[in-house]
């Protein structure tokens, strides 16, 4: 019930494409859902992070849908840029007792091609 | 403003040895988080300090211990290693234990052999 469950495990699109990676989750006592990019050999940076009452978010390229009833939320990339090329998380945060803890998915590689 | 730092970058231990690593919070942020990320797979979550005192803790064994410090810093002490400890190590801050953004530091790659 903790978990996060994060696809594809990889996407490969051309340039100027909308990748969409998609996470599913079971634990409704999760309260912020947040993505993160990754790049090789670097920490996760936060892109754009989402709470369960809002049902669309949008920052820049980037856009949350969060579905709730349905327990899930998609990052899409509008315009997609060879530079986006990294690995994507989905992450949930467990709220209460474990105070800021977060719940990844396991990560989408995406690849944008020239 | 300095962004959560890490170290070592890199460090190769043999099973059995203990290790510690270490973060330096955001400025201003109190809160600190350590995770654990293997190859291929996403970050899992080992504990969170604040104010000094340990928040929460994932499903990781009594091993892996940790320490805030008055200034907010932050070591990750891991005995007896094993060579599944082989993995990205990634500390995490946060204005406080409450705050949903957490900025993550560079990591500390450990290869245990």
Known sequence: ?114 | ETGVTQSPTHLIKTRGQQVTLRCSSQSGHNTVSWYQQALGQGPQFIFQYYREEENGRGNFPPRFSGLQFPNYSSELNVNALELDDSALYLCASSLVATQETQYFGPGTRLLVL
């Open chain 1, 1 to 114: 019930q903790q978990q996060v469950k994060q696809s594809p495990q990889s996407l490969i699109v051309q340039k100027g494409g909308i990748p969409i990676i998609n996470c599913a989750y079971e634990n409704t006592a999760f309260d912020y859902f947040p993505w993160y990019q990754q790049f090789p050999g670097k920490g996760p940076a936060l892109l754009i992070a989402i709470r369960p009452d809002v049902s669309e978010k949008k920052e820049g390229r980037f856009t949350i849908s969060f579905n709730k009833s349905a327990k899930q939320f998609s990052l899409h990339i509008m315009d997609s840029q060879p530079g986006d090329s990294a690995t994507y998380f989905c992450a949930a945060r467990s709220a209460g007792n474990q105070g800021g803890k977060l719940i990844f998915g396991q990560g989408t590689e995406l690849s944008v091609k020239p």
